[in-house]
């Protein structure tokens, strides 16, 4: 129903800011809340950052919180990822997810999405 795919992601130094996007396609992707997760190799999937349909963020993961500042544009149907002064801890596969119908407002849970994009690498070197 809602296909997503990133982009953005690259090799970059520690300091440096990348802006990742989620582009979806399908129908009622305004409706969803969007969220984004990261993996490391060996890893759990872990939560980052999610924005509602309303336009307010969730709260990030302290980990990242006052570094990365997520956004969306429905009219683009398009949400973003902008990540500030990154950290070598912060090299993942970065995935956006669009909640399911049955989405409880548990945005940090993996399990409350059902569209996934494909993953962007994202490598910062010390």
């Known amino acids: 129903q809602v296909q997503l795919v990133e982009s953005g992601g690259g090799l970059v130094q520690a300091g440096a800011s990348l802006r990742l996007s989620c582009v979806a396609s399908?129908?009622?992707?305004?409706?969803?809340?969007i969220g984004w997760f990261r993996q490391a190799p060996g890893k759990e999937r872990e939560f980052v950052a999610a924005?509602?349909?309303?336009?307010?963020?969730?709260p990030y993961a302290a980990s990242v919180q006052g570094r990365f500042a997520i956004s969306r544009d429905n009219a683009k149907k398009t949400a973003y990822l902008q990540m500030n002064s990154l950290k070598p801890e912060d090299t993942a596969v970065y995935y956006c997810?669009?909640?399911?119908?049955?989405?409880?407002?548990?945005?940090?849970?993996?399990?409350?999405?059902?569209?996934w994009g494909q993953g962007t690498q994202v490598t910062v070197s010390s």
């Open positions: 997810a669009a909640s399911s119908t049955g989405y409880s407002g548990t945005s940090y849970a993996p399990n409350e999405y059902n569209s």
């Open positions: 924005i509602r349909r309303s336009g307010d963020s969730a």
């Open positions: 399908g129908v009622f992707f305004s409706s969803r809340t």
